[in-house]
Every structure is written in C-alpha cells, then in structure tokens.
C-alpha cells in the first residue's frame, strides 16, 4: 500500500497546476497517456473534421444547446441574431465555432504538455461561462456543457475503437487515455460552475488577473494565425473529412 499523500485543500481551488496534479494523478492519467495521445495525431487528423461536423449536428437537435450561437460570441465581431431560427448551420457563427473546435482537437493531439496548454484547457472551461472578462455574457450551463462531453468523448472514442492502424494493445491504451483526458478536461469545465469553496477578495483578485492573462494569451494566439492558414485548413479538412467519414459510419 503506497503512502498517503497530504493535500492542500485551499490550493486545489487558487492553483491551476496544483489542481491538475490531483485530478490526473488521481485518475492515473500520466506522460505515457500524452504520449499516447500524441502518437495518434495522424490518425485524428483524418477524423477532426467529421468529429466536428457529427458534433454540431447534435447540437442543432435541440433549440435549447442551438440557441447560444443566436447570442453574441467572444472573438467574432458579426452582431448576433437572437433567434434561433436564424443560426443556419452554414452561417458564420457556426463556422466560426467549428473553427474553434477543430483548433482545440489539433492542440490535443499536438501541443507540448506543459503549463501553457494547461491555461489553454483551463480557458475552454471558463469562456463557457459568464464573465466580465470576455466580450459575450453567454453563460451554457452545466447540465449541457457535461451531456456534450460525453457526447464528444463517446464519438472520438468509438472512432478510435474503429481503427486499424494499430495492434489491439496499443488501440485500447489509446482509447483508454483519450477516455482519461475528457475527464480531466470535464473538471476544469466543472471548477467554474461547482462553488465548493467562497474564495477571499485577495484570492478572487488573483485569479481575475490570471484570467484576464489566459484570456489575452490565447486571443493573441489566434489573432496570429493567418488567413492563408485558414484556408488551407478548409481544403485540407474536405479531404481529410472523407477519409475520417469511414471510420465514423
């Protein structure tokens, strides 16, 4: 029996890194998991943009998940409709969103596991929720946000389940760390919607400016990435998108 590890209880509330060493180490997700992850980066590629699509479909079948993109939406400057009936799926809000969803599967299966990418994840979680700190005052509450996790973990896990590039050893590890991260990401979607925990006006004040920082980080971010890039994406993701559809029937 391994020895009891002491826990901060108030820094799993004020420390972002010191939370996510709990949370994963209590799951057991490890390197090894993000090395599995990464290592399945070429076969996701070809999956992202059905993933994407299968995900906004499910969206639209429901008026009550569809109608956050009738609001206004942090990043993108068109004015917002405020009828649900006139979110097309074609329209640019919807591309826009798809923008952002196929950037966040790239980074998964890309980017170095580090305290950046950790701020990055810990964003996602926080933009879904009202803020003064973004431009929209969108605020999807939970009960969605957590049903669209395990609808998303279940398309890219059944997806891999799919594929035959790797022996059965090396697909169910795979499996078993992309099942692990939806976790982890599910609590830092949770963390901002659970209050367990009052913080003090210093603590608040120190989080506020994290916040504002995460925020600044990762605008900048996709403020850098050109045009040119975006389209090339597109092509990209119409070829990519008819290789990935087999393993989604």
Known sequence: MSKMQSIDHDRLYTDLQYRYDYVSGFIGFTKEDQDLIHKS??????????????????????????????????GLNTAATHDVQQVAMGSEVITFRKTMLTKYLKKL?????????????????????????????????YIH???LMGYVAAVVIGALQKCTEWDDDTRDNIVNAYNKFFWVQ???????????????????????????????AVR??????????????????????????KYLR
């Open 41 to 74: 980066g070429s076969v996701v590629a070809s999956l992202v943009p059905t993933i994407v699509d299968a995900v906004y479909d499910k969206l639209f079948n429901y008026d009550i998940t569809w109608s956050h993109f009738a609001e206004d939406q942090d």
């Open 109 to 141: 299966v890309s980017s170095e596991w580090n305290l950046s990418y950790l701020k990055y994840l810990d964003w996602v979680g926080h933009i879904h929720t009202t803020t003064p700190l973004k431009k929209s005052s969108i605020n999807v509450e």
């Open 145 to 147: 946000i957590n049903a």
């Open 186 to 216: 599910n609590d830092l979607f949770s963390r901002y919607y659970v209050k367990e925990r009052v913080l003090t006006d210093k603590e608040k004040e120190a989080v506020k400016r994290e916040k504002e920082e995460q925020a600044n």
């Open 220 to 245: 900048k971010e996709l403020r850098s990435e050109s045009t040119l890039n975006a389209v090339v994406g597109v092509a990209a993701g119409l070829v990519l998108g008819v290789v990935g559809a």
